[in-house]
């Protein structure tokens, strides 16, 4: 990391035009949100605006061939060499940062989620701070700790019990750190879970949500790992991929410092039993037992049930498309049930 004193605040806000000027890169582009803003971010933008990168070969998650899958690179983000060659060969202006370890692979291995998700964060923030990049970085409901108000507001204190959510208040604050410190133009949300019907989820504790959907689909029962009364926050993805685009081309000078790297955001709150019940009413035959995953459970409660997402709403207009009935309705077309 090379020295740069809290004086040396070079680097400026980013605009849309800024944006659509010099490339798109995402991080982690084969998990479950890339493979979903890889293409949003090329509709909006231009397929040869977005370089999609993750630690693996490239599979058929963008695309069945390469061709389809467009500009893509193989990029460890805790190898800066790697990043920094790809963000100069490709003139990149903005980097979506979604290589993390999730909540329950990150309580089986503690240590690697630290130097994954804190230590590709910060190559990250650096490249960002000496090239003039704009950089979007997910937060999580996993930020807070057991015993939050319902709703839990934007403000509130951050004591998680997870090695997750520990990473990402960590990451919240460094994020603050190097905007404050570097003017590094970075934003970022709070997701609840999220609910997509084409990648697998990635080793969440809300990952529940997407497989009772896929087994209700294939055979008619789920065995939920979760308690039937768990209540979390979720979210549609297409309404996930729009809060991260719509921050990321939001004015600037509208995203206070406390906000701008943890926006709550949130569609509605769920258990596995109001989940069940939703899909039933459109595959009447459908029944859920419950086989108890300790762990997942115990991050499970240590989360709040329902954030207050009322200064996303004011600072930058946010607003999801999706609720139950119609996130359900739209799985089912999807997965052609
Ligand atoms: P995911 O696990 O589905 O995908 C992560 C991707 O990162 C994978 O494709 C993986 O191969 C890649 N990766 C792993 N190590 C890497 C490395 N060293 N270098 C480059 N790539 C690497 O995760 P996701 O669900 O797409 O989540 C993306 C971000 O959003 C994460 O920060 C996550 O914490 C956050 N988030 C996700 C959810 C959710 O429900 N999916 C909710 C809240 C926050």
């Known amino acids: 990391m090379s020295e740069k004193t809290v004086s040396d605040k070079t680097v400026s806000e980013k605009t849309v035009s800024d944006e659509t000027a010099r490339r798109i890169l995402v991080t982690g582009a084969l998990g479950q949100i ?4 890889v293409p949003a971010l090329r509709a909006r933008f231009g ?3 977005v370089v999609a990168t ?5 599979d058929g998650a963008l695309g069945a061939d390469t061709a389809a899958a467009g500009l893509y690179e193989r990029v460890d983000v805790t190898k800066p060499k790697q990043l920094a060659d790809v963000v100069e060969r490709y003139d990149v202006g903005t980097v979506y940062h979604l290589a993390a370890l999730l909540s329950a692979v ?6 690697r989620a630290w130097s994954l998700n804190m230590g590709g964060l910060i190559d990250v923030l650096e490249l960002a701070r000496e090239r003039s990049l704009a950089v979007f970085v997910p937060s999580s409901i996993a930020a807070f700790g057991p015993g939050m108000p319902d709703p839990t507001p934007q403000i509130a204190p951050q004591r998680p019990t997870s090695m997750y959510g520990v990473t990402k208040v960590a990451g919240e604050l460094l994020c603050d750190y190097y905007h404050d410190h570097f003017g590094v133009d970075v934003r970022g949300v709070r997701y ?3 609910i997509s019907s ?11 949500a997407v497989h009772i959907f896929h087994a209700a689909v294939r055979d008619g029962h789920y065995t939920c790992f979760l308690r039937e009364d768990t209540r979390l926050d979720m979210m549609y993805m297409p309404d996930a991929i729009r809060a991260a685009i719509d921050l990321m081309t939001a004015d600037g000078a509208r995203l206070p410092l406390g906000h701008r790297n943890a926006y709550n955001v949130t569609s509605f709150s769920v258990t596995p039993a109001e989940l069940a019940d939703a899909i039933r009413r459109h595959l009447p035959e459908f029944t859920i037992d419950y086989a108890v995953d ?4 115990r991050i499970a409660d240590s989360w709040p049930d329902r954030l207050d997402h009322r200064a996303a709403q004011t600072d930058w207009g946010w607003r999801p498309a999706y609720d139950l009935d119609s996130l359900v309705a739209d799985m089912m077309r999807a997965l052609g049930a």
Do not use: F, S, V
Not at 198 to 208: C, I, L, S, V
Not at 294 to 297: E, L, N, T, V, Y
């Open 198 to 208: 084409t990648a697998p989820p990635g080793g969440g504790t809300t990952d529940y």
């Open 47 to 49: 397929d040869d605006a």
């Open 34 to 37: 890339g493979t979903e803003l």
């Open 294 to 297: 300790p762990m997942r459970q």
């Open 192 to 194: 609840p879970g999220l």
């Open 106 to 111: 990150a309580e089986a291995h503690p240590q």
């Open 54 to 58: 993750d630690i693996k070969e490239l």
